[in-house]
């Protein structure tokens, strides 16, 4: 095996448990939401756009319990998601972590869906690269 293909092989195994970890852990937090989360309304306050995006990210304001304005960017982003200015999103947080809060639609709960895949995705190149040594 060259050290070409061996950083190759190290790099996608390493890329693949950062995909892992990342799916987990937003996997958690959506469980932690689905159990003890608080679901209230949000709004679409805000469009903004990110130096390497293409498309505008929203900014969701909504209040808490304490009646404080919290305001947060969805993990997921993307012109499909249907986040336009003025629009209401249900949205879920913790009460202990309001700042790290997410819409709670379909789409955006099963954001952590991606990571798995490129979790795969990594991991299949890294066996590819083991076994065409």
């Known amino acids: 095996m060259t050290t070409r293909e061996v950083i190759g092989f190290v790099l996608a195994v390493l890329a693949s448990l950062l995909c892992l970890w990342g799916g987990v852990r937003e996997a958690r937090l959506q469980a932690r939401l689905r159990r003890y989360g608080v679901h209230t309304e949000g709004l679409v306050v805000d469009q903004k756009m990110a130096p390497a995006d293409d498309h505008l990210t929203p900014v969701i304001e909504f209040t808490d319990r ?32 309001p700042e790290n809060a997410r819409v709670s639609t379909r789409k955006h709960r099963r954001s952590h869906v991606g990571l798995f895949t490129g979790s795969v995705i990594f991991l299949g190149g890294a066996v590819w690269v083991w076994l065409t040594r």
């Open 66 to 97: 304490q009646g404080r304005p919290v305001r947060f960017t969805p993990v997921a982003t993307g012109s499909r998601m249907g986040m336009d200015l003025g629009t209401h999103v249900p949205v879920a947080y913790l009460p202990e972590q």
